[in-house]
C-alpha cells in the first residue's frame, strides 16, 4: 500500500499495534511459568489480562474506522519477544531470571508506549477524540506497567539477583 496520508500512516500503526498486542498474548504465559517470584508471577497474569483489553480496544477502534484489523505482522515485537525467549533457555538462578524477565517485560511496554503515544497523537490530529481517548486509556496502563516492573526490580528482585 502506497502511504500519502497520515490516516493511512496511523492505520498502519494500528495494524501494528494489534500484532504486537496479539503476540504478547501468546507470550505472557511462558513468562508467568518461569518467573519464581510471587510478585512477578502476579503482575505477567494482570497485564495479560490487560492486553485482552487492549486488543478489544483497538478492535473498537478498527471497527469505527471501517477497517480490518489484520494484514501485518509486527516485526519488531517478534524481535524483543525473541530476546525474551532466548532468556527463558538460559540455565539462570530464579532472582537472575526474574531480574532478566523484567527487563524483557520492559522491552515490551517501552515499545507500546513508543506506539500507543504516536497513535494517540495521530488521533487527535485526526480528530477521532474516541480513538485518542481509547488509545489513551492504554497508554496509562503500559505506563503503569512498566512502573510497576520498576518497583518490583528495585524493591527487591534485582537485589536478590545481586546475591
Same mark, same amino acid.
Given at each position: 500500500m502506497e502511504m500519502d496520508s497520515l490516516k493511512q500512516l496511523y492505520l498502519e500503526e494500528l495494524k501494528d499495534l494489534y500484532s504486537a498486542e496479539n503476540q504478547i498474548v501468546k507470550a505472557l504465559p511462558k513468562m508467568v511459568e518461569a518467573a519464581t517470584s510471587p510478585s512477578l508471577k502476579s503482575g505477567f497474569t494482570e497485564h495479560l489480562n490487560q492486553t485482552k483489553e487492549h486488543i478489544v480496544r483497538l478492535e473498537q477502534i478498527f471497527t469505527k474506522m471501517d477497517e480490518k484489523s489484520g494484514g501485518k505482522f509486527c516485526k519488531g515485537m517478534e524481535g524483543v519477544l525473541a530476546e525474551a525467549n532466548e532468556l527463558l533457555k538460559q540455565k539462570a538462578e530464579p532472582d537472575v531470571l526474574d531480574a532478566g524477565l523484567i527487563a524483557a517485560a520492559q522491552h515490551v511496554e517501552h515499545y507500546e508506549i513508543a506506539g500507543y503515544g504516536t497513535c494517540r @497523537? $495521530? !488521533? &487527535? %490530529?485526526?480528530?477521532?477524540?474516541? !480513538? !485518542? $481517548? %481509547? %488509545? /489513551? /486509556? @492504554?497508554? &496509562?496502563?503500559?505506563?503503569? @506497567?512498566?512502573r510497576k516492573l520498576s518497583q518490583l526490580a528495585e524493591n527487591g528482585i534485582n537485589v536478590e539477583a545481586m546475591a
Open positions: @497523537t $495521530y !488521533a &487527535k %490530529l485526526l480528530g477521532d477524540e474516541e !480513538a !485518542a $481517548y %481509547l %488509545l /489513551q /486509556q @492504554t497508554l &496509562k496502563e503500559e505506563e503503569m @506497567t512498566d
